[in-house]
């Protein structure tokens, strides 16, 4: 695991190097593979950050030089250099002649865009030489809570192309399979609304959640300002109190604030997460025999919401003292759940119930639905010290994890996959049910689903990922794209591999 930076504000910078020299070296050592000289160069109009150094830093100062991607473009060599230690990066140009070109572009968003740190340290082979390289520049900016990505790019003097190496960042806040997934995600979030870019509210809910499960995984705070800042921002956002039309939405807010209770200890989370329980209490009655409807409208009673309503409402009997009324609501939830149909004949959770006749609707056998009611179960359990709970949920999790339609050569996928690219909300999925299946394991004294959580993390890490520890919708592989919502479900399955 890397050290995190202290949070932003909190660490003054050094001041810059003072001595910025030019060191020249003769063909013949570039040739035999000697370091490439620095040229102060022309850095391209762009905001100067200072961390532990300033931008502009000379590599020769490096503490150390790993090499991580590179290409080529017509013979030439264009490499990008890491600073571990210092959070910085550089590119270098090589095989190459005078006038070809190199520089770095920095993102702040994940390689969406770079209009801000676009061409840095922009620089020139000169007369005599077959190589050259770049100054070094932060990859983060921290006193303004930039999460970075860095990738060099080139192109020969005398040809138009210009080639670039794939966005990727230093180790610092990335030394492990979790932590560098988390920080692949904060990249994502925007820190004036307090949400995930290219994603909804409720998925923002579920990144938050793999936010704060890192924090408690790897011991890595850095990003605990998001807890705060997503709060602040949005209390009073569309019902006020993270509620909504939908009652499933509501769920994953409230129990996001759960998770930043039990991580901060901020009373006003768990009073949030009351409120969130609450509104969905209201929107439960006695059609199909009970649960809570999907959404304000009272049209659909479905396996999602009363999955999380189980889980909200037992959670929050865990954390308040001398609780009654959360622990009734969740132990009535489980008896009706367990009898409702939505559990079929192969011990797998459909989608919901028909209006009509309260009957189970045969739709897809999603994912989160198989993981949430494990989070749920094991909530109960510990509310309640009821062995039967925990044998439902072995059950329950025996069925989802052997089933060949949900695990195609062993590799847990949603149905349409791979040919679907799972919309708006599927990418979201496979992630929370790592979660709930963690959750279970680590409840149960034999932690029989180690393996399996492993097997799905080593799948997605080798064929599921780029070099900016992004991932992708098909943990088998291969990477179709990247956003917010295929990044919390990863970040959500290397939290369960530990």
């Known amino acids: 695991m890397s050290s995190s930076r202290p949070a932003p504000g909190r660490r003054s910078p050094a001041r810059p190097s003072i001595r910025r020299f030019i060191r020249l070296l003769t063909t013949a050592s570039l040739l035999a593979g000697a370091a490439i000289p620095v040229l102060a160069g022309n850095s391209a109009a762009a905001a100067s950050i200072c961390d532990k150094y300033c931008d502009g830093r000379d590599p020769a100062l490096t503490a150390g030089d790993r090499t991580s991607v590179q290409t080529t473009i017509y013979s030439r060599q264009i490499v990008l250099h890491f600073d571990d230690a210092d959070d910085m990066a550089w590119a270098s140009i090589g095989n190459g002649n005078p006038a070809d070109e190199v520089w770095l572009d920095r993102s702040f968003d994940g390689g969406q865009s770079w209009s801000q740190g676009s061409k840095l340290g922009d620089t020139t082979v ?3 030489q077959r190589g050259w390289r770049t100054l070094m520049y932060n990859v983060d900016d921290w006193n303004n809570r930039g999460v970075g990505a860095v990738r ?15 966005w990727a960042r230093t180790t610092w806040n990335a030394g492990s399979r979790s932590t560098a997934a988390a920080t692949a995600l904060m990249m994502y979030y925007n820190n004036g609304t307090g949400l995930w870019n290219t994603t909804n509210w409720w998925n923002s809910a579920n990144a938050l959640t793999a936010v704060i499960d890192n924090v408690r995984v790897s011991g890595m705070g850095s990003y605990k300002y998001a807890i705060a800042t997503t709060y602040d921002d949005n209390l009073s956002a569309q019902g006020g109190q993270f509620r909504n039309d939908y009652m499933d939405d509501t769920g994953w807010w409230g129990l996001a604030w759960v998770d930043a209770y039990d991580l901060t200890g901020d009373s006003r989370y768990l009073t949030t997460a009351k409120a969130d329980a609450d509104w969905m209490t209201s929107y439960s009655d006695g059609t199909c025999g009970g649960g809570v409807w999907w959404r304000t409208q009272r049209d659909y009673k479905n396996a999602i919401t009363n999955e999380l309503y189980l889980q909200l409402t037992a959670a929050l009997h865990n954390r308040i003292p001398g609780d009654t009324k959360y622990l009734t609501q969740a132990k009535n939830e489980w008896s009706w759940f367990k ?7 192969a011990h797998l959770i459909n989608d919901g119930l028909t209006t009509s006749t309260c009957k189970n609707n045969g739709q897809p056998v999603y994912t989160y639905n198989q993981g949430v009611i494990l989070n749920g179960l094991t909530e109960l359990y510990r509310a309640t010290g009821d062995a039967g709970v925990l044998t439902d949920a072995r059950t329950l999790a025996g069925a989802s994890t052997t089933d060949p339609t949900l695990n195609p050569n062993g590799i847990l996928a949603d149905p349409g996959e791979p040919q679907s690219n799972g919309g708006a909300d599927g990418p979201s999925f496979k992630g929370v049910y790592a979660r709930g299946l963690a959750a279970l394991n680590k409840t149960l004294g034999d932690h029989p689903y180690t393996a399996y959580l492993n097997r799905q993390a080593g799948s997605a890490y080798a064929h599921d990922r780029n070099p900016l520890d992004q991932y992708g919708y098909h943990w088998a592989g291969p990477l179709d794209s990247t956003d917010a919502a295929r990044q919390q479900s990863g970040v959500d399955l290397m939290n369960a591999a530990g």
């Open 126 to 128: 000169p007369s005599g």
């Open 339 to 345: 009898a409702s149909g939505l559990i079929n004949s």
């Open 152 to 166: 060099a790019c080139g192109k020969a003097g005398d040809r138009a192309e210009i080639a670039c190496i794939p």
